[in-house]
């Protein structure tokens, strides 16, 4: 039944969104990224079982504000992030948190070298739901996986030190799609408690939206969509002035940088483009990377 799932609603509903969009990436021809487990997690929940999973599902291509323009984006964030984590694993960094690691399955698709250990935190529901589909496919995980219930707007740390997490060993943080949900007193108590729990040499990968309640915003094409498919992302957004998490990070002494899409649209040489002149809610949409010097 559909209410076995446990991801029909709020949060929940938008892993299942990202997890369409993956699956729509893996079968391009000219992938960002590939996730051939994604398509699964979208069969198996009754409100997302009718969602194109294939390129050639989506009638309108890539000129489809949802599953065409927001879904390359998804799959451009996929794999900055994949190639974040890569490149701190390849420094040394042995130790990876996903903080809101919905239905990514980095643990069981990336390649990783002995030694490395991947903490994933969500909620319950989410977890149950993606160790349930995962291990009806018997996949297994290339290297040390460690899951964690959590509500990442109240405390978390306790259960992540608990669970085997070492403060004094350099870290690849990553907060994929999870700081536009938080209210702003939840965003500024997760950057200090990446602060306090990060050795030198941690990092730090995270994605924002500047003036959530902007029109660009609201009148965005893509959750006018979204909302016929059931899924109200402008409801789900905290609409809260964010706080400047960069310029904390920065005054705790950490490097930051930060980005949007459209640059490393640049890069890859795909990817969603800019819209001068139309409402666009990408152009909203920043990528913050930070590291901790060495000392």
């Known amino acids: 039944m559909a209410g076995d799932t446990g991801v029909e609603e709020g949060v929940g509903l938008t892993a299942l969104m990202v997890a369409a969009a993956r699956a729509i990436e893996t079968h391009r021809p000219d992938a960002l990224a590939r996730d051939v487990h994604a398509e699964h997690f979208v069969r198996a929940c009754p409100a997302s079982a009718g969602w194109p999973v294939r390129p050639q599902q989506v009638p309108d291509g890539d000129a ?24 701190r694993v390849r420094a040394g960094t042995r130790q990876v948190v996903l903080l809101g690691a919905g239905l990514d399955t980095r643990a069981y698709r990336l390649d990783w070298p002995p030694g490395c250990t991947v903490f994933e935190l969500d909620q319950e529901n989410v977890l149950a739901f993606k160790g349930r589909v995962l291990g009806g496919l018997r996949a297994t995980p290339k290297t040390e996986r460690i899951a964690i219930g959590a509500d990442l707007r109240l405390e978390w740390a306790a259960a992540l030190t608990g669970a085997g997490f070492d403060p004094a060993a350099p870290t690849a943080w990553l907060a994929e799609g999870l700081l536009l949900y938080l209210p702003h007193a939840a965003e500024r108590a997760l950057i200090e408690a990446v602060d306090k729990l990060s050795a030198a040499g941690s990092a730090l990968a995270y994605e924002i939206k500047l003036s959530p309640e902007s029109a660009a915003v609201r ?77």
Do not use: K
């Open 219 to 295: 009148e965005s094409p893509m959750y006018a969509v979204a909302r016929r498919t059931g899924i109200d992302l402008l409801a789900m957004f905290d609409m809260e002035p964010r706080p400047d998490s960069a310029g904390d990070l920065t005054a705790r002494g950490w490097r930051t940088s930060i980005h949007t899409a459209f640059d490393f649209t640049s890069h890859y040489g795909r990817g969603p483009a800019p819209q001068p002149g139309h409402p666009d809610a990408l152009a909203a949409n920043r990528w913050v990377f930070a590291t901790r010097p060495q000392r």
């Open 64 to 87: 489809d504000p949802l599953w065409g323009r927001l879904g390359r984006y998804f799959g451009l964030r996929t794999r900055v992030l994949d190639d974040f984590i890569a490149e």
